[in-house]
């Protein structure tokens, strides 16, 4: 529900020959990921603070076009495989169309719920 990887649930337990075969592998909740650069956990993006409730619209955009974490310029890069290379392409109506829908939905915070 957009509300990322749950915190407390432990590290995916990946076999490495499979992910290596694969190139990557994924977590039945779709939201740990683990490949060649290490792991990423998907990012809470509903409208709590925890998620993108305190951003503004030109962050989401810099976000998405620059590839930078919470849309701020000194922040590190967006790991793989958040596929911002391809949304940067979008025009500036459609990006801020995504945020106000990312907006209008419920706060949902991040918890450590074991699925
Ligand atoms: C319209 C679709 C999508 C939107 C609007 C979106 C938006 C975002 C945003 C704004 C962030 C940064 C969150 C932050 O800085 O706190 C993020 C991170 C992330 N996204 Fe997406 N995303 C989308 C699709 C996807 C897809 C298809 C995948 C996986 C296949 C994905 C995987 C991730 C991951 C793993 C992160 C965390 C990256 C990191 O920690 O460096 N996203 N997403």
Known sequence: MLSG??????????????MESKGLAVTSTLTSWVGPWGISYSAN?????????????????FAIRNGK?????????LLPPMPWQAF?????????AMF????????????????
């Open 69 to 77: 974490l919470k849309g701020l310029p000194g922040s590190r890069m």
């Open 100 to 115: 106000a829908y990312l907006k209008s939905r419920k706060r949902t915070k991040m918890v450590g719920k074991i699925f």
């Open 45 to 61: 993006i509903t409208s709590d603070d925890s998620g993108i409730g305190t951003w503004s619209e030109d962050q989401f955009l």
């Open 5 to 18: 990887h749950p915190a407390k649930m432990p590290p995916p337990d990946v076999d490495r020959n499979e």
């Open 88 to 96: 940067r392409n979008l025009t500036d109506d459609e990006l801020k």
